[in-house]
């Protein structure tokens, strides 16, 4: 064991696992993010939310995001804060880089939960990627009444501008252009959710890419994926590494890291800090220590 508790032999069986691997899919979960800096609680949240904090007493940024708002100023003027931070602007640790970097020259594809736009701003080829539960970047009718998505960076950046006392100018308050009721995220949180052309074009080169490699060697790397959703990454991982002898799977995630027993013999399983891990088999691959 390292002094981080990283199990230096199952480093290098991830590793041999790597290279040895026709293919990789990689399924990420909130604790990627979480490693990478993205935390919504703690100094970083009072840092870019100290107003509503005191008003609200507000914990965190996720709980906040669920408060009912008396009005779409305000409620626009705490997400258009929660939007930048998490979105646009750029995680305080490479672990997104540092993945990619172990992506060099490997047929890979990603299944992600996040809704944090990571792996593309990393340099990970928006073709090879499934966002699954939709995208801050993106603002969709809140009824809806039409099956489409709009990007909301330039919005975004004049509501975080002109935002005043904890409200945003009401002219700023986005509202759909088919039907005039206000806009809301992109995200799956209820039935609303809009899967749009390019959420249906992505899940067909997924699928596309499972039915293709059914057969190969496929590393199934599983990364910070909780309880919450695991019908999406977890279980299905675990189905196709069950159904394809030649398939290893690799879960990375402090606390929550173990397989079933039918395919542990082909599974490596690390209970540390996923930054931690990809550092490390990052310099392996490139020669350090």
């Known amino acids: ?64 995001g669920f408060y009912p708002f008396t009005s779409l100023e305000e409620h626009w003027a705490y997400w258009s804060r929660y939007i930048w931070i998490n979105r646009y602007a750029d995680a305080p640790k490479p672990v997104y880089q540092q993945l990619l970097q172990l992506m060099q020259d490997t047929d890979y594809f990603v299944l992600t939960t996040n809704v944090d736009h990571c792996f593309q701003k990393a340099g990970f080829d928006k073709k090879r990627l499934f966002y699954t539960q939709g995208d801050y970047g993106l603002w969709q009718c809140s009824r809806p009444c039409h099956q489409k998505t709009y990007d909301n960076y330039g919005a975004v950046r004049q509501m975080l501008d002109e935002q005043k006392d904890m409200k945003i100018p009401s002219k700023l308050v986005p509202r759909c252009p088919v039907c005039g009721e206000p806009m809301s995220m992109n995200l799956r949180a209820d039935g609303t959710f809009v899967e749009d052309k390019g959420w249906h074009n992505a899940a067909e080169r997924y699928a596309d890419f499972i039915r293709r490699h059914e057969r190969a060697r496929v590393l199934y790397l599983e990364l910070g994926v909780g309880a919450n959703t695991p019908g999406i990454i977890k279980y299905p991982f675990w189905k196709l590494t069950a159904q394809n002898p030649h398939a290893v799977y690799v879960c990375i995630n402090r606390g929550e890291a173990f397989a079933p027993q039918e395919i542990a013999d082909r599974s490596v399983c690390i209970d540390s800090d996923i930054a931690d891990v990809v550092e490390r088999l990052a310099g392996t691959e490139n020669g350090g220590n």
């Open 1 to 64: 064991m390292t002094s981080t508790g990283i199990s230096l032999a199952r480093i290098e069986r991830l590793r041999r696992a790597l290279t040895a691997a026709d293919a990789v899919v990689i399924g990420a979960g909130a604790g990627l993010s979480a490693a990478a800096g993205f935390t919504y609680s703690g100094r970083r949240f009072e840092q870019h939310f100290a107003d509503f904090i005191r008003q609200y007493g507000f914990t965190d940024m996720y709980t906040g």
